[in-house]
């Protein structure tokens, strides 16, 4: 994790931005582990900086490394602001597009220093995602091997008779006996011609012997 900003800087520089603003709370935990609801972050050459709220100030300095300036504010993008150069110099500061809200944008604006200019930058953190690295690729392993021995001992129980919510449960309840810190998403438990449905809703419908079941699983380590 500790190469994930480096890389990160060095992306930015090529994009002619000065530094980059992570609002994306999925980003955001990528880049400095952090777990919270309330954070973002600002990377470029020689900055990098992390911005909380008061609730967060112990766990920020558990997770967040010390590489980081920590910041604590009540309005994260105030602060983003105000931790800007101020020296009327020419400064490109990148955002996620596809994340910050219009009205987020507009106030954002109000807040930066004279010369600062706001560059849509959206997608770098994904494509920098996209390429996992060992740890993440250990992790994607045990967590498929996790999810399939939950999915074994819920169908050791049998399946006929059970609603698919009830089964559905069953299987997020195994993978956190197991150690999963959660379901990747609700898991999705589908007899019959419901299984046909895409995304389909898990319904309190007992599953009727020799029938097709589709079940749609993942674990979060």
Known sequence: MKARPERLAAVVAGRDLHALLISDLVNVRWLTGFTGTSAAAVVGEGVLRF???????????????????????????????????????????????????????????????????????????EELRAVKDAGELDAIRAAARLADEALEDVLRGGLAGRTERDVALGIEIAMRRRGAEGASFPPIVAAGAHGALPHAETRDVAIPTGTLVVVDWGAQL
């Open 51 to 125: 911005v909380t709220d008061f609730r967060y100030l112990t766990q920020a300095a558990d997770q967040v490394g010390t590489a980081w300036e920590r910041e604590i504010s009540s309005d994260l993008l105030e602060r983003v602001a105000e931790g800007l150069p101020d020296g009327g110099e020419p400064l490109r500061l990148g955002f996620d597009d596809a994340h910050l809200t219009v009205k987020q944008h507009a106030r954002l604006g109000e807040l930066v220093p004279e010369g600062v200019e706001l560059v849509a930058a959206g997608g770098i953190l």
